[in-house]
């Protein structure tokens, strides 16, 4: 009884404090969803929010010991690996849910495009969309650099130094990521800025407005065969999809787990300013931009990757043109497939050269 009253109090107390309408929030955020998303494939959309913030949270425990100076980065990522408990696990998580983010957001935007997500109503989300798969790119650049080994080392000097090759602003843009003129101590640590401060922040920043958007406009519907004979073509955002997704984060930890057991980080030599490896290449999401400067000079290189930057960005216009223009022929499609094709094969021909 004496514990009723008090629970009832401390709840008055927090309504009058909080006065939120729990009927209203609950109308407000649980909005119907297609039946549609039920298929893997149209729910890749929570997936690389799921994995980010398992990046989130190991990430904070890696910076309780990693050091981000040139004198003592890759003994702290040596420590970390070698001495810390659970440490190589924890940087395993770490990396493997980085490639895992990169390959989900591949895969979602991959499923808005050809399922046609990205028109009328929703360009300002697929351009919004756009920013955050290069953000997702550039946490994976940046990340990896802050090992300082050979590797990362010399990965990070051809990033640089790429950078300085785009007309007008390279320049200046290759001093500021590098703190000067060349690589330097200054160099490491506005690395690590932008991995644990600008790019996260921004991030999440995007990521709100881009479901903001999504819970605006709607989620894109689609009706297949099996669904036209359903009476109810929706089904509840909570708690239905919400365990959909607490089962898929469960999933992706224990994948998460296979991949750390199995393939742990691994750690290289000490990055040697004075010695450059045979063979430096990127991480495998930027093999296909790797293989395309080694094909052309650096200037068409760059100026091409930044074509191809603008282009995806502005495709729902695009698109929008060339439906007016070419009703019937599906070039939207064509140049898709043409284009994921072309990103493989300058992938595969990458990793294997």
Not at 68 to 90: C, H, L, M, R
Not at 184 to 205: C, D, E, M, Y
Request: glycine share 6%.
């Amino acid at each position: 009884m004496w514990a009723e009253k008090n629970i009832e109090k401390l709840t008055d107390w927090v309504k009058d404090r909080i006065p939120v309408n729990v009927q209203e929030l609950k109308t407000l955020t649980n909005e119907p969803v297609p039946n549609h998303l039920k298929h893997w494939w149209f729910a890749l959309g929570g997936t690389p929010a799921i994995l980010f913030a398992i990046q989130i949270v190991t990430g904070i425990f890696l910076m309780f010991h990693y050091v981000p100076t040139p004198e003592q980065a890759y003994d702290s990522v040596f420590k970390i690996t070698n001495e810390v408990k659970f440490g190589w696990y924890v940087r395993s998580l770490h990396k493997w849910a980085s490639e895992l983010m990169i390959v989900t957001v591949m895969l979602h935007m991959s499923r808005v495009y050809f399922t046609g997500a990205f028109r009328k109503p929703r360009e300002l989300n697929w351009m919004l969309g756009t920013v955050i798969f290069f953000i997702t790119l550039g946490l994976g650049f940046t990340g990896y650099s802050l090992i300082y080994d050979q590797l990362s080392y010399w990965a990070a000097m051809v990033g640089t130094e790429i950078a300085g090759s785009v007309p007008v602003v390279g320049a200046y843009a290759a001093d500021f990521i590098r703190g000067g003129p060349e690589m330097s101590g200054n160099t490491l640590t506005r690395l690590f800025v932008f991995h644990v401060v600008i790019f996260p922040g921004a991030l999440v920043a995007l990521i709100a407005v881009h479901i903001v958007l999504v819970r605006m406009h709607g989620v894109t519907e689609f009706e297949f065969d099996e669904e036209k004979k359903l009476q109810h073509k929706t089904f509840p955002l909570f708690p239905d999809h919400f365990l959909t997704e607490c089962m898929i984060a469960i999933l992706i930890l224990y994948l998460l787990t296979i991949m750390s057991l199995v393939f742990p980080a691994g750690l290289g030599e000490i990055a040697n300013p004075l010695v450059t490896p045979e063979h430096i290449k990127p991480e495998w999401y930027f093999y296909a931009s790797f293989r395309w400067l080694k094909l052309t000079n650096i200037y068409i290189g760059v100026v091409g990757q930044i074509f191809f930057v603008g282009v995806l960005a502005l495709w729902p216009f695009i698109d929008q043109f060339l439906e007016k223009k070419y009703p019937k022929m599906e070039l939207t499609i064509w140049i898709g497939f043409l284009g994921f094709s072309a990103y493989l094969i300058l992938t595969v021909w990458e990793a294997f050269a």
